[in-house]
């Protein structure tokens, strides 16, 4: 049995590019050399791709995820437990149907994450508007202020959110030292476990050159506390320095405040490529920035780099080898 990870991906909303983008990657991107690569969805729409991008790849149905060697760059095992009836797969337009099975496949990796059978799961681009006709949209694993965190990733540029979808206003009021301290110990925790022993941490201040009472008394003392047990973090810094010095190598990552200070640097460095995932899960599980992008199905011009980064780093992070380094930026 090979000892290389199991990395699940689900196709995504099979009505737009998600199947495009997934199978790309796995037949064209090297990842075998890394992981076994696992693709959960539907095996027709799967194949259909295969088809539109004139490949000679051979797409195999597995309902046992013991029966997907994975080995083979020639075959994309595809775990398809019939979730959908590949008549309702409708390119360019959702339906209830197809948001359904978005959910089920979902609902399925998060399983066999939590048996053990896979090492890490990846999401495709889901559609919003299928899932809510399917009364599903609680199926996306989302962020739970002060248990789980946005972790964004771009090159050597990684940055964590403290807090996300919440109004600016309201960020002022949440901050508090327990809060960054949560963020600070899970961020050590989990880095650690996937190959980064002691990884550096950096923490954005609010205010310009991190000068503000919030900054000396809401997240400074949160800050120490982590020091205190070890974990290796400064700040809070001057938000419009922190970046820069993750880029330059001085620290792993960076945990900024709020959606837009983290999101802002993060697209100014390098939006094509980039990949996101939630912190302080129970099991690697990452996803891609983009959409389904109805414009662009079937054409076979759908940018596939995001989903082959999220693909290379959770083969990297659950092989226990920290963040994959691409050797040719290195």
């Given at each position: ?22 199978v ?12 076994r690569?696992?693709?959960v ?100 694993v ?23 979808h ?47 009472d919030e ?33 330059d ?82």
């Amino acid at each position: 049995m090979s000892s290389k990870p199991i990395v699940a991906t689900m196709i995504g909303d099979p009505c737009g590019i998600g199947p495009e983008v997934v199978v790309k990657s796995i037949a064209l991107g090297g990842v075998h050399g890394m992981c076994r690569p696992l693709v959960v969805g539907s095996t027709e729409s799967v194949q259909q791709t295969v088809n539109m991008l004139k490949l000679k790849h051979t797409v195999r149905r597995v309902t046992d995820v013991d029966d997907a060697v994975g080995l083979d760059p020639a075959v994309i095992d595809v775990y398809d437990t019939g979730q959908l009836d590949p008549n309702f797969i409708t390119l360019a337009k959702a339906n209830r149907e197809c948001g359904l099975a978005s959910a089920a496949w979902l609902k399925e990796m998060e399983v066999l994450a939590a048996a053990g059978k896979v090492q890490a799961t990846i999401m495709g681009p889901i559609n919003t508007d299928a899932l809510k006709m399917a009364d599903k949209f609680d199926a996306v694993v989302g962020v739970e202020v002060g248990k789980t965190y946005l972790f964004l990733i771009t090159g050597p540029l990684r940055v964590v959110h403290l807090t996300d979808h919440i109004p600016l206003r309201q960020v002022c009021d949440i901050i508090s030292p327990d809060l960054v301290y949560k963020a600070l110990r899970t961020m050590h925790d989990d880095f650690s476990r996937w190959g980064i022993p002691k990884p550096r941490i950096v923490v954005a201040g609010l205010n310009a050159h991190a000068y503000g009472d919030e900054d000396k008394y809401q997240i400074a003392p949160g800050v120490e506390k982590a020091k205190a047990e070890g974990i290796d973090v400064t700040g809070p810094a001057p938000p419009d320095s922190v970046f820069r010095w993750c880029i330059d190598g001085q620290y792993d990552a960076v945990l900024c405040m709020f959606h837009d200070q983290g999101h802002i640097a993060v697209k100014t460095w390098g939006f094509v490529g980039n990949c996101a995932m939630i912190l302080g899960t129970p099991h690697i599980h990452m996803s891609v920035a983009h959409g389904t992008a109805f414009d662009i199905v079937g054409k076979g011009i759908a940018n596939h780099e995001m989903m082959l980064t999220s693909m290379r780093h959770a083969a990297s992070l659950g092989s226990g080898k920290g963040f994959y380094r691409d050797a040719a930026a290195a």
